[in-house]
């Protein structure tokens, strides 16, 4: 096992994501414009966390940190320790909304592992790969994690410990907003509302419009309102976010491509650029203009 020294400072970025997208279920996932910076550094001793924003008031500030815990996490399976680390970061993306935020925390902490152990560690192969095995182990599911580590659009795959991703194209035209609301709601929470099973003929409308989805977000974006309509997950979901159920049906039914983020409770509209320009606001809900964002990345050398 190697010693990192102190001294030994990495910066790195993440994106939010959104997942599902309406019926892509745990498979389809996309990466936001909206970005959030971390800096990891070892230190002499002991693990601290200097967090301000989002979440700052109940987040720990010791090793059981979602970030520091992926970060040791990934140093212990490239074959490396630290005395200690230190965590700065100020956080923009919130807790409980279906933005990723726990994706975003342990891609960055994996990632941030890597960049501190390069040159004290043996050839892992491919980086992204290495990424995306950890963190769909933390994590639970791909789609969020994916996202993040590749940027775009993904489709994620596979079973636990054998997960596999691939991008797919994004229209130029295609845009992002968000309604984002004050009230989160418990991922568990909404995954716990689901039925064991679901009736065979709404599965099949699923998968066809799963696979339109991916269609219309590549080649043709007037039909993104038929390819987000989803059966299996959102309307079960309604108990938990009734507010966030409403505004889906009123956009859907004024002709926009609306969905429940993850697991809810911010809304996604995705769109042409033109069309969610006249997208107003809504009560109860921050309205956030994005576009389509871009893969985690590390944005300081690992060693001053």
């Known amino acids: 096992m190697s010693l990192l020294p102190a001294g030994t400072t ?14 892509g279920y745990d498979c389809f996932g996309l990466a936001l414009s909206w970005r959030e910076r971390v800096e990891l550094s070892v230190v002499e001793g002991g693990h601290l966390v200097e967090v301000t924003g989002e979440g700052a008031d109940v987040l720990p500030r010791d090793a059981s940190h979602l970030l520091l815990r992926s970060a040791l996490h990934g140093l212990h ?3 490396s320790s630290v005395p200690g680390l230190r965590l700065r ?8 909304r279906g933005l990723g935020s726990s994706s975003a925390a342990i891609v960055a902490g994996l990632l941030a592992a890597l960049a501190l152990t390069e040159g004290h560690r043996e050839e892992i192969g491919d980086p992204r790969r290495w990424l995306l095995q950890h963190a769909d182990a933390i994590e639970g599911h791909p789609d969020n994690v994916a996202a993040a580590i590749a940027g775009g659009f993904v489709i994620a795959w596979g079973t636990p410990g054998a997960v596999r991703v691939v991008t797919s194209p994004v229209h130029p035209d295609v845009a992002v907003t968000v309604f984002v609301p004050d009230t989160p709601v418990a991922t568990k929470a909404a995954r716990g509302l689901l039925p064991p099973v679901v009736p065979h003929g709404e599965a099949a409308q699923n998968a066809g419009r799963s696979a339109l989805l991916v269609h219309a977000l590549a080649r043709d974006p007037d039909l993104l309102l038929d390819g987000t309509a989803d059966r299996l997950h959102q309307d079960y979901r309604r108990p938990a976010m009734p507010q966030t159920w409403e505004l889906v049906q009123q956009l859907r039914g004024q002709g926009h491509a609306a969905v429940v983020s993850g697991a809810g409770p911010t809304v996604l509209v995705l769109g042409r650029g033109r069309d969610l320009a006249g997208l107003g606001d809504r009560p109860g809900f921050r309205r956030m203009p994005l576009a ?6 590390v944005l300081a050398p690992a060693h001053e």
Do not use: F, K, R
């Open 10 to 23: 990495v910066t790195v970025e993440v994106p939010a994501t959104s997942a599902n997208l309406g019926p």
């Open 77 to 79: 399976d490239l074959g």
């Open 89 to 96: 970061c100020h956080n923009t993306i919130p807790h409980g």
């Open 292 to 297: 389509v964002g871009t893969a985690a990345a």
